[in-house]
């Protein structure tokens, strides 16, 4: 989804809506009507908005200050419609340094963000949302203050730090916490609904959707309500309910072509739309909504919509059998990823840059404080017998000061990079080598009782060769999820290889571990396997062994055991949980597969 375009559409309309709670109460004149018209357009039908503009261009030579901010203002906007990018960031930096007003520097400042972001200037982009930022205390317009907001969102969107654009989503719906149906809070929900998906969290994004369509409408943000069943729509397909979203797609389609704006999410819905047609085995209807959605996004330009309808075209031919102009695609897509994974490349550079540089100039700052308090200190007791211990002492804080803020630094960077080097990177579990040191640890304390098990899952193999690596991964992951949410706090799970799991379970009894096993598998059996995009089972198999506390036990001979008790739990049918005893002899449920 291409959420930055959509979010600065949304952006766009607060945007001149701020624009204008900042016109002066002046008597009207053919200026100001003028202005209310331009805007109006920009707002509903901006290519006709080169009429007024036109007739406000003769009259310049009458404009007041006020009405010359808002030509300017109404302007940019238009400049950034037309996607002439440059002409509106030299526009906006030949008038910005005249301004003093906070809310109207702030509709000056989103216009550098947003043509900046537009034209891949990151950096700049990013200096100009911080700016913006730094200016809402002092601004009292509440549209002003959620065009500040809705530019930070659609930034950090464009670059992909979807939890710090959530932050500045709920900052928007907080800007009228008492009323409901305002245009701000339609405006805030649909962000909250949109990044809400694009972060994974499907359920929460699908109970927004309601709220967020009354508010919407309430507020006469019909093309936002638009936007907002779209993205349900689309997500409907995503998850495999290839009928419902097409039930659903098709008059979003229709009421696209009627309103006559919004392309890229027209192309969005038709992407969605050829998928799911293509799933279902309609080969023409896929063709004929790829191939719009396709010539859509190589009219805008948009090189993450060409990535992804280019993709989707060539799934399309491959399945007509039409090889050779799957093949066109293809080289047609991995063009297009390359050019989208060096974008990107730039996008994380740019992020990092200006936020070790916010970081550093917040530490410069922090550091000048405390070298005055310590002047002070020095002025105060320059007269006494100590005065040379005492500046020499401030000189050796101000450079601990700096050596521990380096130090820290050094720090959270080790342990990133530590962090990084202990996790699975598929299952977001420990690896092997990490789950071993946790386990060997537990195992080290004599006085206390320490359970492992072992799990793997039944029929791995099949799966893989049945529906595809893609799909085995879905069900490591989700599988991996499935069982954290049911481990105490002090477990430790990890990957030890391919498809089988260890689970160090501290203080817990073999009863207690083989209820919380119990648990696991049986949440991992009741898997919805269809959000994969097929429908199959999913059982695992669990080994326990236990070593008392004073016990003789070490973790390797533990990992031996529980192994024995897995491959029993295999033998005996699968599905099902089996206890290591000492004598040899194996305690399982009886459980059957279903």
């Known amino acids: 989804m291409v959420m930055g375009k959509r979010i600065r559409a949304i952006a766009l309309l607060v945007c001149a809506l701020g624009c204008c709670s900042l016109a002066l109460a002046d008597a009207p004149n053919a200026v100001d009507a003028l202005l209310d018209e331009s805007l109006a ?27 010359n901010h808002r030509y300017h203002a109404h302007y940019a906007k238009y400049l950034g419609w037309q996607g002439r990018h440059e002409e509106r960031i030299a526009l906006v930096q030949s008038i910005i340094g005249q301004v003093t007003s906070p809310s109207r520097r702030a509709s000056l400042l989103y216009d550098l963000v947003d043509g900046n972001r537009a034209l891949g200037h990151y950096e700049s982009a990013l200096q100009a949302m911080n700016e913006s930022i730094l200016l809402l205390p002092s601004i009292d317009s509440i549209n002003a203050k959620a065009l500040v907001l809705n530019g930070a969102v659609s930034l950090l969107t464009t670059l992909r730090a979807y939890d710090e654009a959530l932050v500045f989503a709920e900052r928007i719906i907080a800007l009228e916490p008492d009323k409901t149906g305002t245009r701000t809070q339609c405006h805030g929900l649909i962000n909250k609904v949109e990044l809400n998906y694009k972060l994974g969290n499907r359920q929460l994004a699908e109970s927004l959707v309601p709220e967020t369509v009354l508010a919407c409408d309430a507020s006469k943000e019909h093309m936002t309500t638009l936007l907002v069943k779209s993205l349900a729509a689309i997500d409907l397909i995503d998850s495999g309910q290839y009928a419902k979203g097409i039930t659903t797609s098709l008059p979003l389609v229709q009421q696209f072509q009627t309103v006559g704006t919004g392309s890229n999410w027209l192309a969005a819905v038709e992407e969605a739309l050829a998928r799911a047609y293509l799933k279902t085995g309609d080969m023409e209807r896929a063709e004929y909504f790829g191939t719009q959605a396709y010539q859509r996004a190589q009219a805008a330009k948009d090189l993450d919509w060409q990535e992804k309808t280019s993709e989707t075209m060539a799934a399309v031919k491959r399945a007509q059998g039409q090889l050779t102009a799957a093949i066109g695609f293809y080289e047609i897509n991995l063009a297009f990823k390359k050019k989208a994974f060096d974008d990107q490349q730039q996008k994380n550079l740019a992020y990092q840059r200006v936020k070790f540089e916010n970081q550093d100039k917040a530490n410069q700052m922090a550091l000048l404080e405390q070298k005055n308090k310590n002047l002070n200190t020095e002025k105060a007791l320059q007269h006494g017998k100590y005065q040379n211990l005492v500046l020499l002492l401030t000189l050796g804080l101000v450079a601990l000061a700096i050596l521990g803020a380096s130090l820290v630094r050094t720090l959270r960077q080790k342990n990133s990079f530590r962090k990084s080097a202990q996790i699975d ?105 269809r959000h994969s995009g097929f429908n199959f089972q999913m059982t695992a198999s669990f080994g326990i062994a236990t070593r008392d506390a004073n016990g003789s036990f070490s973790f390797e001979q533990a990992l031996a055991a529980a192994d024995k008790a897995l491959y029993f739990s295999k033998n005996e049918g699968r599905n099902r949980v089996t206890v290591y005893q000492h004598s040899d002899a194996f305690n399982h449920d009886a459980a059957q597969a279903r």
């Open 425 to 529: 990177g598929l299952t977001q579990v420990s690896n092997r080598a990490h789950f071993t040191e946790c386990a060997q640890k537990a195992f080290n304390n004599k006085d206390s009782v320490v359970s492992l098990v072992l799990f793997d899952m039944d029929f791995f193999k099949k799966i893989n060769d049945t529906y595809g690596h893609a799909t085995g991964d879905w069900v490591l992951k989700t599988v991996c999820h499935t069982v954290k949410r049911r481990l105490p706090k002090d477990a430790c799970m990890g990957r030890m290889g391919g498809e089988e799991f260890a689970i160090c379970l501290p203080t817990f009894s073999a009863e207690e571990t083989r209820a919380v096993a119990e648990r696991c598998r049986k949440a991992i059996a009741t898997v919805d396997s």
């Open 41 to 67: 357009l920009i707002i509903s039908t901006p290519e006709k908005a080169s009429v007024p503009f036109a007739k406000l261009q003769a009259l310049r030579g009458t404009f007041t200050p006020a009405q």
